[in-house]
């Protein structure tokens, strides 16, 4: 009997780990995707008296890297500027600028997403270059670029990423997805009972995996059941931060592949070196891991909690019963409880707050069994 109490502790502690783990997962499969959209944001060390050149913060983060725009007069066919681009941003940085506003900056898109080479040359406006570096854009057209990384571009289509709006409408979701299991396992811990099925439709109410019955049935819940409700909803973590980050993968991998195509052409632009961001690249692949372990801890407690010993399904254990009682201070009764132990009508204690067919009624129940006394006409 001491053994098999011991068993049962084991085994309720193991399914509470299960849980926290599966809330820090989920707190890291969602924290991250955050992280990647607002890197790139703001400026670091960008006072005026500061010492040392300004940065991009979270700038290791980037989407995607490039190097362009000041050649390096040291070193031919190599540059001084490097670009990253970020969700929400295009930024450079520039640590041996002459000046310490030019060490770095931000880019806000022109047209509400990244636009080659219009922002361009809203860089080297920020770096105050001669406008003829880009003398042969529009409007002008005529005029030849003075600077070569321009000129290159002048006989290349426009780059016109994708539309932000996608990015921010997935990580709303993302984030509104989050919300709602964490007020939905408050629920579960606190007031079970406002999960009640509240669908209409009797087709929907076979579907629906929110629990059915009274307050104090639905309070009665066992562990499995709850964990089973959990599998409706821990599943959209992960698909939903690998949409995510999928959408800023893609995004990435557009621009570099229209810079390699750009310097395959045999221009002489020098090395500009395009590349997504290996830091981005690892941390999509652990938010998207992150979700899945998640959903695997949930999983693992709910073929824990199935896993019931022989003597458990035998029902020759009460030693073990008083045990739990006295180490938990107090025992929870589960609907799989017999009647002779709770008291309850047997309608109670069949589960009918799962997605089955409503519980009969005592009525209905009693009409439909059949008479056992003799016929009346007898």
């Not at 800023?248 to 632009?269: F, N, S």
Request: proline letters at 8%.
């Amino acid at each position: 009997m001491a053994d098999q109490a011991a068993t049962r502790r084991g085994r309720d502690a193991l399914k509470q780990a299960l849980l926290v783990g599966a809330y820090l997962l989920g707190i890291v499969a969602t924290a991250i995707p955050v992280l990647l959209i607002f890197a790139g944001s703001w400026l670091v060390n960008d006072e005026k008296d500061a010492s040392g050149p300004i940065r991009l913060a979270l700038s290791k983060l980037s989407i995607a890297s490039f190097d362009g725009i000041i050649p390096d007069p040291n070193n031919k066919g190599t540059y001084l500027l490097t670009m990253h681009l970020f969700p929400r941003a295009l930024g450079w940085e520039y640590p041996s600028a002459p000046s310490h506003g030019q060490t770095a900056g931000i880019v806000n898109p022109t047209r509400g997403t990244l636009y080659l080479p219009t922002d361009f040359v809203t860089i080297g406006k920020a770096l105050d270059l001669d406008p003829s570096a880009w003398g042969c854009f529009p409007p002008v057209w005529t005029d030849p670029c003075e600077n070569p990384f321009f000129a290159a571009f002048r006989r290349q289509f426009p780059y016109e990423g994708t539309p932000d709006a996608w990015t921010v409408f997935l990580l709303s979701a993302l984030v509104t997805c989050a919300a709602a299991i964490a007020a939905v396992e408050l629920a579960i811990a606190f007031r079970p009972s406002l999960l009640r099925c509240q669908c209409y439709f009797a087709a929907l109410k076979r579907v629906c995996p929110c629990p059915r019955g009274t307050r104090h049935e639905i309070e009665r819940l066992n562990a499995a059941f709850w964990d089973r409700y959990r599998l409706w909803m821990w599943p959209v973590v992960p698909v939903m931060t690998a949409l995510t980050c999928l959408n800023l993968a893609v995004r990435g991998w557009m621009l570099v592949a229209w810079l390699d195509r750009w310097t395959a052409q045999g221009d002489d632009v020098g090395h500009v070196r395009p590349r997504l961001g290996a830091a981005f690249v690892a941390l999509s692949w652990t938010a998207t891991a992150a979700g899945l372990g998640a959903v695997l801890c949930v999983l693992a407690r709910l073929l824990l909690a199935q896993r019931t010993s022989w003597i458990d399904q035998q029902g020759a254990a009460p030693g073990l019963e008083d045990a739990e009682t006295e180490a938990h201070g107090q025992r929870h009764v589960g609907l799989e409880e017999p009647a002779a132990r709770t008291g309850l009508p047997d309608a109670q204690l069949k589960g009918y707050s799962d997605a089955d067919p409503d519980a009969p009624l005592p009525g209905r129940a009693a009409e439909a069994e059949p008479s056992k006394g003799p016929p009346r006409n007898a």
